[in-house]
């Protein structure tokens, strides 16, 4: 008889320990969608705020930001299939005096498809007419647009 019990509690035991693993696993899989509803909601977030970032610094520039000014173009025009570009990035300073940053010569040859692009360096002195022998980034406040 005691072989009976010792064999009944430990069926009852090892019953007990698969009925409570199974309420732990079933525990386990009804959290699981809670927690990746709670990954999604954080990800929306995350995106609207950028998104909404991205569109109120757009709207900033828009409201803040500086309009560009069209010049006339006064050079020569050659129709030689070929498009030759200057790029120059102007500073203003505190007294109104504006000089360029950086000079870039860009062409492009649209016939055969190809770029070429160089940088003056600010510093190399130039006849500029009118005023005489300057650095090259100082032509912009004496005579440029």
């Known amino acids: 008889m005691s072989e009976d019990k010792q064999s009944n509690n430990e069926f009852t035991e090892k019953r007990t ?3 409570s693993m199974r ?9 699981f969608p809670f927690i990746i509803l709670i990954f999604v909601v954080i990800l929306a977030i995350i995106i ?16 803040h930001g500086k309009t560009l000014k069209a010049h006339k173009f006064n050079g020569a025009s050659k129709n030689d299939g070929k498009i030759t570009i200057m790029v120059l990035g102007a500073d203003k300073e505190q007294g ?3 000089r360029t940053d950086s000079i870039m010569i ?7 498809k190809k770029m070429k692009m160089m940088s003056v360096m600010r510093d190399i002195y130039a006849d500029i007419p ?7 980034n100082s032509a912009y406040s004496i005579g440029g647009p």
Not at 23 to 31: A, F, G, L, P, Q
Not at 48 to 63: T, W
Not at 106 to 112: E, F, G, L, T
């Open 17 to 19: 320990t698969d009925s």
């Open 23 to 31: 309420r732990v696993k079933k525990k386990r899989i009804r959290k």
């Open 96 to 98: 109104g005096i504006s």
């Open 106 to 112: 860009a062409q492009y040859d649209y016939i055969h």
């Open 130 to 136: 009118g005023s005489g022998q300057h650095k090259i």
């Open 48 to 63: 609207g705020y950028c998104v909404h970032g991205y569109h109120s610094g757009i709207d900033y520039a828009k409201d």
